[in-house]
């Protein structure tokens, strides 16, 4: 099983920008894909950004054109920039490594966006 665990998250104010990270425990990282997803308050888990292990992405059409998924395979770890943040981003954000049948998560890290 690969651990993966968040950082990044936290309070920002609309228009402003964060960067999540998710740093993964074992090499393997390298081989899979890899995506964020994010779950606000009484709605459903949903993709947000997604990222094959050799660098090819898709995006959400909310996201489009302000966040970036990125990855080092080197130091094993994933990475989102959000830029022009929205109050509707306000959400759980979580990266998942997409291996065998159900993969892996990492236990999310809180965005809000609020003035």
């Known amino acids: 099983q690969v651990q993966l665990v968040e950082s990044g998250g936290g309070l920002v104010q609309p228009g402003g920008s964060l960067r999540l990270s998710c740093a993964a425990s074992?090499?393997?990282?390298?081989?899979?894909?890899m995506a964020w997803y994010r779950q606000a308050p009484g709605k459903q888990r949903e993709l947000v950004a997604r990222?094959?292990?050799?660098?090819?992405?898709n995006y959400a059409d909310s996201v489009k054109g302000r966040f970036t998924i990125s990855r080092d395979n080197v130091k094993n770890t994933g990475y989102l920039q959000m830029n022009s943040l929205k109050r509707e981003d306000t959400a759980v954000y979580y990266c998942?490594?997409?291996?065998?049948?159900?993969?892996?998560w990492g236990q999310g890290t809180q965005v809000t966006v609020s003035s």
């Open positions: 074992k090499s393997i990282f390298r081989i899979y894909a």
């Open positions: 998942h490594l997409e291996y065998g049948r159900d993969g892996s």
């Open positions: 990222i094959t292990n050799d660098g090819a992405t």
